[in-house]
């Protein structure tokens, strides 16, 4: 094997626009291949949208993601911080789903997920509506709870939907404390905002103990005071993070199933991300990127983006864990 098999094909030697279209532009590897022992983060496509309530479409996420990842290119110029020379980074494919049927759906991610988690890879995956990252907690929280930064205009923790179905994209972190995969405790929900059926709907995770910033308190306290909050909030235990790109303003990112006005700008979550460096991160997401509705491929690129930021926060992560010093500029 060559020794920069990992490293995302450069546009100088085969242009962004060519080839086939991997996250990233890094290789592709399924679990039997020879390489993928030497995997430390996955990047994983989960093409479902069958916990969406509204308008659907995010099956369609991943291969467009794909698509518009091929901008990406290695460094991150704010952070100094290029994630394909702290660890190896690959493309393991698109989960397999059933797109009629919820709960086999669920089983079947589960089932792929175990195989990375149980390898001791770090999954960074793409939806897929939100509710494809309950079967992500279930393969990742195994030996215990994690803490999570989550992005969104939602708080995606109602009970269930049309007389107690249990399973949807509003319901997968109250599943998730529920099921033990989640400490509510270590949970900050940021940039949530938008009209609820009655003033009592929305209290469950406060309850819990969840830290809920909504996008009004974002704007008061500005986004040092933010993240300062919510790396309080996680301390230094194991934390996900997921990003919903409907915690972006609809002008960003319109191609989602759930959007909602007054949300946060690209250059705020961006800088919200970065912040998150230096917290003990086990893996990530970004959800909800939905083609139909903005067939531009904008949303896919902002999407893109993001999870190149995660990526790098959790690269850094990673790596600090295997014991190496940081590669990263002072
Ligand atoms: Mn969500
Ligand atoms: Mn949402």
Redesign the pocket.
Known sequence: MKPNFFAPITGSVMPRFAGLATLMRLPYLDFDHEAFPLVDIGLVGIPWDGGTTNRAGARHGPRQVRDLSTMIRNVNRASGINPFSLCNCADLGDTPVNPVDVMDSMARIKTFFDRVCDAGVAPLSVGGD?LSTLPVMRALAKNGPVGMVHF???TDTWDGYFGGFKYTHGTPFRRAVEEGLLDPKRTVQIGIRGALYNDAEDTWGQQQGIRVIDIDEFHAMGIEAVMQEARRVVGDGPTYVSF?V?ALDPVYAPGTG?PEIGGMTTLEAQWAVRALRGLNLVGGDVV?VSPPFDTSGNTAMVGATMLFEILCVLADSVNSRKGNKPSVKA
């Open positions: 939100h969104d205009a939602h919903d409907d759930t909800e």
